[in-house]
């Protein structure tokens, strides 16, 4: 049976989410799961991917407002195709 996800994204802090797409990969990798789920547990990644994306942009323009630095993106990296890393267990 497909796992229902209660909690909001937007109610997660960027480390639950984080903790969340990290456990999610875990278990898409593990290919243990039904087909059903496959799809429950990719469709939730692919929302908290975004998400933690969107926070992520947010928080570079605040940092580029605090600098005052108008070209920041310059120095970074485009990350958009990257892969996902994975993150440490805590």
């Known amino acids: ?19 969340e797409l ?3 990969v875990r278990e898409l990798e593990s ?6 789920d496959s799809l429950a547990y990719y469709g ?7 998400s933690l994306r969107a ?6 323009q605040k940092v580029q407002v ?7 993106s310059a120095d970074v990296p485009d990350t958009t195709s990257a892969p996902a890393a994975s993150f440490v267990d805590e």
Not at 31 to 36: F, I, M, N, S
Not at 66 to 72: I, K, R, S
């Open 31 to 36: 290919g243990d799961l039904e087909l059903e």
């Open 55 to 60: 926070r992520l942009a947010e928080a570079e």
């Open 44 to 50: 939730r990644g692919v929302e908290l991917l975004a």
């Open 66 to 72: 605090l600098t005052g630095d108008d070209d920041v």
């Open 1 to 19: 049976m497909a796992e229902t996800f209660d909690r909001k994204i937007e109610d997660m802090s960027f480390k639950e989410a984080s903790v």
């Open 22 to 24: 990290e456990r999610i």
